[in-house]
């Protein structure tokens, strides 16, 4: 497991062209929340938003990239060789979401970080165990959405494509940038299953000196879900694939 | 026991045209394919493009679940035991792709040398002869992006040999390399049997399944028309003649025209710098050279000749006898 993760992210974080979107995505998310909040005079506003663009990026890195990772796999036509080795292929494809949350890292810590250079953003966080492993737990969670994603991305081809499709909704649906108050009533059950939503309270409840704990045991219960329906789903996504020739499939 | 054992498979996709009538059509690829290979035994699948060697091989190695038959591979069955199967077997797939192209071909190794579980303290040794065994030592910090087509392909070798399995399966290992490298290729894929291990090889290469294989199934349109040893398989034509006739620009519907001659028993064109080459097979004691020029509608006609037949006449009257 912890070859395929270092492996599969030095494959992932190798090309020079998505890595500059990992510059140019923090920089564009800490500018909309810095342009969004600065007419607020308390500094904790701008933290709120800076955290809120901080998981913007993370997501938006997570869910962009989960697509694009099964995708080369077809493209470099290492899918079969992956699913014809042999261990569970579960324990396989964990190892790539989770290389990919790992950029989600990167680019939220990115993300704060111009806030606080480029716009001066107070970046004074209360609680910094609790936010540390608050950061720590939705970085799991987010790598769990992943490979519920990718396991889709497995039987279905054109499956990328949602990743794209979640990227933007989450960040409304999530809270990351207008809180869920502000949101209609039906939208609201829709926020409580993605744990998004929970890790980006744990977050902003440790940093501005709150109680993370409950939303983080949410969060993480909810990156438990996925990954059990993920590894249910995989068998017999991989049964239909295997029946339906769709591995080799570009 | 066989080593591999297939039994009546069959393997039939499913695939549609038209966007808004949308038609569904299933095409059999493969239609009740039967064969067994035995311990440390070279087979190959012989066999052109299309013929359903690659989908057979697949469903061996477990990626294609056969729509009926079974297969068993060292007494293991390849859908119910896929998993038991996977860690026997090795696989080599021609072409480019397969390798994770922005990193070396050291990672590359070094990755499914950790999926197939060989233990960390023998894979870097376990690497270093497997580079040497397929001529790649002193390249393999390279990322395999710049690699060769032949480079590549004998990565995938190395790879499918990385755990030491004792049953390979090669799946037109030589395709698209230069004849120095394939010849090469072809010694390692000999040294493999030296070493005990039991293999089958899918070619379209006639040659090539003469100089390796203990015995070839020629699959043509997804069944076996002949198995045999090389010899046996020659001495299927082996009382034939054949008419070559090199043309300068074949005209259209030529082949056609030959193959209607009585007596004709497959037709086949090849391909030679800026010429054709007609080969025609017919019975040894029936002299048709006339009657095959006199259907050539006037083309620029080189050098004629006529000889004994070949294993790849064998072969080309094997896959033709359908058409």
Same mark, same amino acid.
Request: charge should be negative; avoid cysteine.
């Given at each position: 497991m912890a070859f395929g993760w270092y492996f599969q992210f030095k494959a992932i974080s190798r090309s020079p062209f998505e890595g500059l979107f990992q510059i140019i995505w923090p920089l564009f998310f800490a500018t909309v929340a810095f342009l969004m909040f600065? @007419?607020?005079?308390?500094?904790k506003t701008l933290l709120y938003a800076s955290l809120g663009a901080a998981v913007m990026g993370m997501w938006s890195a997570t869910s962009t990239t989960a697509g694009g990772a099964m995708q080369r796999e077809r493209w470099h036509g290492t899918l079969e060789a992956l699913v014809a080795?042999?261990?569970?292929?579960s324990l396989i494809l964990l190892p790539i979401t989770l290389a990919m949350s790992t950029i989600g890292i990167y680019c939220l810590v990115a993300t704060l970080l111009f806030g606080r250079f480029?716009?001066? =953003?107070d970046l004074t966080v209360e609680h910094k165990v609790a936010f540390g492993v608050s950061i720590v737990g939705t970085v799991l969670s987010f790598g769990a959405l992943g490979f519920l994603f990718a396991v889709s991305f497995v039987r279905f081809r @054109? @499956?990328?494509a949602l990743g794209n499709l979640f990227e933007y909704p989450v960040w409304l649906i999530g809270g990351? *940038?207008?809180?869920?108050?502000?949101?209609?009533?039906?939208?609201r059950p829709i926020s409580w299953v993605l744990a998004p939503t929970w890790g980006m309270n744990a977050i902003r409840e440790s940093a501005l000196g709150g109680t993370p704990w409950p939303d983080l045991a949410l969060c993480l219960a909810l990156g438990v879900a996925y990954l059990t329906l993920g590894v249910l789903a995989l068998d017999r996504v991989l049964g239909a694939a295997r029946k339906r020739a769709t591995l080799s499939l570009t | 026991m066989s080593v591999v054992e297939a039994i009546d498979l069959h393997r039939t996709y499913r695939t549609s045209t038209g966007t808004i009538r949308r038609k569904w059509i299933d095409v059999?690829?493969?239609? !009740?394919v039967s064969f067994a290979i035995e311990k440390g035994e070279l087979f190959g699948l012989l066999g052109p493009n299309g013929a359903g060697k690659t989908t057979t091989i697949k469903m061996l190695i477990t990626l294609l679940i056969p729509t009926s038959g079974t297969a068993k591979v060292l007494g293991h069955?390849?859908?119910?035991d896929a998993r038991e199967v996977r860690k026997r077997i090795g696989y080599v797939f021609g072409g480019?792709? !397969?390798?994770?192209?922005? *990193?070396?071909g050291y990672d590359n190794l070094r990755y499914f040398a950790e999926l197939y579980g060989v233990p960390p303290g023998e894979q870097k040794q376990r690497i270093a002869s497997l580079l040497e065994l397929v001529g790649l030592t002193g390249r393999?910090?390279?990322?395999?992006?710049?690699?060769s087509r032949g480079m590549k392909q004998r990565l995938h070798v190395a790879r499918g040999l990385l755990h030491d399995p004792p049953v390979v399966f090669l799946d037109e290992?030589? =395709?698209? *390399?230069?004849p120095v490298g394939a010849r090469e290729l072809r010694a390692t894929i000999a040294s493999l049997v030296d070493a005990g291990k039991t293999v089958l090889l899918t070619t379209h290469y006639m040659f090539e399944a003469d100089a390796l294989c203990d015995r070839i199934a020629v699959i043509n349109k997804g069944e076996i028309v002949a198995h045999g040893t090389p010899a046996q398989l020659k001495q299927n034509v082996a009382e034939g003649a054949v008419v070559e006739v090199e043309i300068f620009g074949i005209p259209e519907g030529t082949v056609e025209r030959v193959r209607?001659?009585?007596?004709?028993n497959a037709v086949s064109v090849e391909e030679r710098e800026q010429a054709q080459v007609l080969i025609v097979q017919t019975?040894?004691? =029936?002299?048709?050279t006339h009657a095959i020029l006199g259907r050539l509608d006037g083309a620029n006609v080189g050098r004629v000749s006529r000889r004994e037949p070949t294993l790849e006449d064998a072969y080309v009257a094997l896959v033709s006898s359908g058409e």
């Open positions: 600065r @007419a607020g005079t308390d500094p080795s042999p261990p569970h292929f480029v716009f001066g =953003i @054109a @499956a990328w990351f *940038l207008v809180p869920l108050v502000l949101l209609p009533d039906w939208v | 059999e690829a493969v239609r !009740g069955d390849v859908v119910k480019e792709r !397969g390798v994770y192209e922005r *990193l070396s393999e910090q390279e990322r395999t992006e710049g690699y290992p030589t =395709i698209g *390399l230069d209607e001659l009585p007596g004709v019975p040894a004691d =029936i002299e048709l």
